[in-house]
Structures are given as C-alpha cells and as structure tokens.
C-alpha cells in the first residue's frame, strides 16, 4: 500500500480512469468493408488510375464519423493499389454508407505479377484488401483486412 497519503487519491483516480477506458467499447464490432464497384479512369500518365467503390456497414450502437481512410490492395502478395482519402460520409449506428476511392496503381508490384503470371499458369489468384479506418479523437483506428482468391477458371 502507498505509505505517502498525497499519492493516494491520483494513484485511486488512475486506475479508476484505465478501467473506465477498458469498458467504454466491450462489444464493439468491426465494420464490414466490401468492394462494391471498380473501374479504370481515363489517365495520360503512365501510371494508371482506379475508382474504387467501397460500401461500409456499421454493426455497433455509436455512428462512425470517418476523418480519415488509407488502403491498399494486393494480388499474390504483390502490392497492386494504394491510396488515402478525408472525403467520407459520417456512418449512422447500425447503418451503412459508401465511399467512392481513387486508387494509384504502384508500378513495381504491378509489373512484379506480370511477371509471375506470365511464368505460372495459375488459375486461381489470391488478393488482400487492407483499410485503415481513423475515427479520431482518442480511439484507435479501425483496421479491416479483407483475404480471398479470384478464379479463372
């Protein structure tokens, strides 16, 4: 026990102050992020240049008012897609909304799978979708990670 009386009462309020953050999201659940639509942009650069549209569903009691997203997309583990953006709806608790993206294409992971796929005859390709939610203030970013695979078959 603390011998000094004045440490008392701001070590009590400590922990009473970690244990009330603690509780604050015991049942919160992760947004759902799916990809809803996906088309190439005109472009005049070599670099070319995506649409991406997400679609977000809210499954806690507490609305997401977005600051912030950043993502990225891969395919056989080569980085495909990369992107950020600060125009986002607020999301109702317990309601969805949508986020229209525009991704840039990285040209090193892109020519990286070109590579691969004109050595192996796959079909059946892996992808991973990795979003970065930021719902500032003081809670933590929500991350969605998002794996699967595309047949060709």
Not at 39 to 57: A, G
Not at 79 to 108: M, Q
Request: proline share 6%.
């Amino acid at each position: 026990m603390l011998k000094d009386k004045n440490l008392r009462i701001p070590m009590i309020l400590l922990f009473l102050a970690i244990g009330g953050c603690a509780s604050l999201l015991p049942t919160y659940e992760p947004p759902t992020v799916s990809v809803s639509a996906f088309r190439v942009l005109p472009s005049n650069t070599l670099n070319p240049k995506f649409e991406i549209d997400l679609h977000i569903i809210n499954p806690n009691n507490i609305m997401l008012n977005l600051q912030g997203i950043s993502y990225s997309a891969s395919i056989e583990g080569h980085k495909i897609l990369t992107g950020v953006s600060n125009e986002l709806p607020v999301i109702e608790a317990y309601g969805e909304g949508d986020v229209r993206l525009v991704a840039s294409a990285d040209l090193f992971g892109s020519f990286g799978l070109i590579n691969d796929l004109v050595r192996q005859n796959k079909k059946d390709l892996s992808y991973q979708l990795n979003v970065k939610l930021d719902v500032g203030n003081f809670t933590p970013a929500i991350r969605v990670e998002r794996l699967g695979t595309i047949s060709f078959r």
